[in-house]
Structure formats: C-alpha cells, structure tokens
C-alpha cells in the first residue's frame, strides 16, 4: 500500500528488501542502514544478524536462552534461504556457529524470530515445521 509503518533500526539488526526493481536484498542495517528515500516494494527488518556480510560471525555473546528459531540467510551465490528449527535447541550464538560451520556456504544470516510462532510451511514437496500459536506475521514466497 506503500505506507511505512515503524521506523528503521539504527547501528543494529538486519533488513529483508525488496527493491523497487523486484530485486531481494538481505543487509546488515550497521553497513547499509535504511534510507527513508528508498523505494522499496516490501521489506522487514529483524535482530540479530546471526551473521553479517562477508561470512563473519555476528552474534558473538552467548545468552543461554534456547528456542526454536527461523532465520533468512543469502549464501556467496546469492540465494536467499529460509531455515527453521524444529526443537527449542539453540542460543542465537549456538545457532550462529552452527550455521557458518555448516555446508550452506552462507554470506549472511538473520534472526527472524524464535520461540512458538517458529514455523515452516513448504507446499513442494509437502513438509513443515508447525507453530504452536498463531502467527503475527507470514513471508510467503511464490515464484
């Protein structure tokens, strides 16, 4: 509807874009913050980045709070994944290191959200990691 509801983080957290050339972004807001002049189709912004461009580790501290997580990831070839777990079994900094040890070759990483409204929906094939609650908020990707 083209309205801009909140404002953008500042020095932290991440952004999931959709340029107004149709083109998807995923960027660290500490190397390239939100321009209030950009024109963008959708986006989203979330914290943290579990890793920041350039595959380094972003998320350094652990807390020792586990949740089940979902997270938006591009790998060096610039595709964009989206990865949920499906047990409450990772601190961001555990989930962090898992993912730039793992073979996903991941570019960068951020935290979408953890805990009951974690899930996964796939319609081909039919797989899924159910939320135990209802969601506040849906990415569907379509081709």
Same mark, same amino acid.
Do not use: K, W
């Given at each position: 509807?083209?309205?801009?509801? #909140?404002?953008?983080?500042?020095?932290?957290? #991440?952004?999931?874009?959709? @340029?107004?050339?149709?083109?998807?972004?995923?960027?660290?807001?500490?190397?390239?913050?939100?321009?209030?002049?950009?024109? =963008?189709?959708?986006?989203?912004?979330?914290?943290?980045?579990? $890793?920041?461009?350039?595959?380094?580790?972003?998320?350094?501290?652990?807390?020792?709070?586990?949740?089940?997580?979902?997270?938006?990831?591009?790998?060096?070839?610039?595709? $964009?994944? =989206?990865?949920?777990?499906? =047990? #409450?079994?990772?601190?961001?900094?555990?989930?962090?290191?898992?993912?730039?040890?793992?073979?996903?070759?991941?570019?960068?990483?951020?935290?979408?959200? #953890?805990?009951?409204? @974690?899930?996964? =929906?796939?319609?081909?094939?039919?797989?899924? $990691?159910?939320?135990?609650?209802?969601?506040?908020?849906?990415?569907?990707?379509?081709?």
């Amino acid at each position: 509807d083209g309205e801009r509801y #909140g404002s953008s983080y500042v020095g932290f957290g #991440g952004m999931l874009a959709i @340029t107004a050339e149709g083109f998807v972004e995923l960027r660290s807001l500490q190397r390239q913050p939100y321009r209030p002049d950009e024109a =963008l189709q959708a986006a989203l912004q979330a914290f943290p980045m579990l $890793i920041t461009p350039g595959g380094q580790l972003g998320y350094p501290d652990e807390d020792g709070n586990r949740a089940r997580r979902s997270v938006i990831a591009q790998d060096r070839q610039g595709r $964009i994944l =989206l990865i949920a777990t499906s =047990l #409450g079994s990772f601190t961001l900094h555990e989930l962090a290191t898992f993912l730039l040890a793992s073979d996903l070759d991941l570019d960068r990483a951020l935290n979408l959200d #953890g805990g009951t409204s @974690t899930g996964l =929906l796939l319609r081909e094939p039919e797989e899924g $990691i159910s939320a135990f609650v209802p969601l506040p908020t849906v990415i569907l990707v379509s081709e």
